[in-house]
């Protein structure tokens, strides 16, 4: 039994350390400040011990891997150790490729959703939209619902839908989507990051892993930070009309230029701008990132539009 340590005890921490355990390894959950007397007597419960990082330092040829959780400063003291660090998006990609081998059947495919505005709100329609093609998925990530958990659900779902934050993105380094939509980018996590250039190097990163490139053809910023990363990616969204390799808006229609079978002569229609609830233009680029997402893996126009149209935000979203 190996002795491994899982940085942070947040909702993905805590889910993080009981997959970990739950793999045979000697867990102890490490944080920078005292944990709630109630998490401590949880994880104790569950044979999980607890350390503060100034005494874990101490310590730290008592163990073999370190698997931490998003937010976690790439710099932090734990992490210069020398000891083999892996985070949880790489983690969850390992348990899911053992799994199907485990199973004897496919890992479930990777929809990916990254950006500064808008993550939860697409996550949530691809979400739908994969729904309404009868597709067994759920939405899990940052959109609350832990990856890993999705990937160790009972459930065995054909397909994820996951928001992954800048922070998650930062340590990924085998994980591949089968195809993953940057939606923008503005200045956000710059104290973490340390720039505005590092912190869109690192959602482009979500970009170049991923079989699908799905970006923001409307972003100045966004088209800046691709040039100078030098990466094109595979299909744009935008709000005017779609050229080739595009999704765009032609009147008061949704319209796929990317995924058929012949782009310089033939569309396809996903929908309305009425089917988009709320109606706003960030919100139409949302619906046009996850119907893209989901047009990549061969979901029907038919099936894009009925997912729009069920969708319903969360009231905070709303607002």
């Not at 503005?186 to 490139?213: C, M, N, R």
């Not at 929908?271 to 139409?284: M, Y």
Request: net charge negative.
């Amino acid at each position: 039994m190996s002795r491994v340590i899982v940085a942070g005890a947040g909702r993905t921490g805590l889910a993080l350390a009981q997959a970990v355990k739950d793999q045979g390894h000697d867990v102890t959950v490490v944080v920078d400040a005292p944990l709630p007397a109630h998490i401590a007597v949880e994880l104790s419960q569950d044979g999980i011990s607890s350390l503060l990082t100034s005494d874990a330092l101490g310590q730290m040829s008592n163990f073999e891997r370190i698997y931490a959780s998003p937010g976690w400063k790439l710099d932090h003291p734990l992490f210069l150790s020398g000891v083999e660090v892996v985070g949880e998006v790489d983690f969850a990609w390992e348990m899911a490729e053992l799994r199907a081998k485990r199973f004897g059947q496919p890992a479930p495919l990777w929809l990916a959703v990254t950006g500064t505005n808008g993550k939860t709100t697409t996550t949530e329609m691809l979400q739908s939209i994969l729904a309404a093609d009868g597709i067994n998925s759920v939405a899990c990530g940052n959109v609350g619902y832990p990856l890993i958990s999705a990937v160790l659900d009972d459930e065995q779902y054909e397909v994820l839908a996951i928001e992954l934050s800048s922070f998650q993105i930062a340590r990924m380094k085998c994980a591949h989507p089968r195809a993953s939509a940057l939606l923008n980018v503005a200045e956000d996590h710059i104290d973490w990051h340390g720039s505005l250039g590092e912190y869109a190097q690192t959602k482009i990163a979500l970009l170049v892993a991923s079989d699908t490139s799905i970006c923001n053809g409307d972003d100045e910023l966004l088209k800046s930070m691709l040039d100078l990363a030098g990466f094109t990616p595979n299909v744009i969204f935008t709000l005017d009309s779609p050229k080739r390799g595009e999704l765009g808006v032609v009147e008061e229609l949704l319209v796929d230029r990317a995924f058929v079978e012949d782009p310089d002569h033939a569309a396809a229609s996903l929908g309305e701008l009425a089917d988009i609830q709320p109606f706003a233009p960030h919100n139409v680029q949302n619906a046009l990132a996850a119907s893209a997402l989901a047009r990549s893996i061969g979901v029907s126009e038919d099936s894009v539009a009925a997912g729009l149209r069920a969708f319903t935000p969360g009231s905070h979203r709303i607002a």
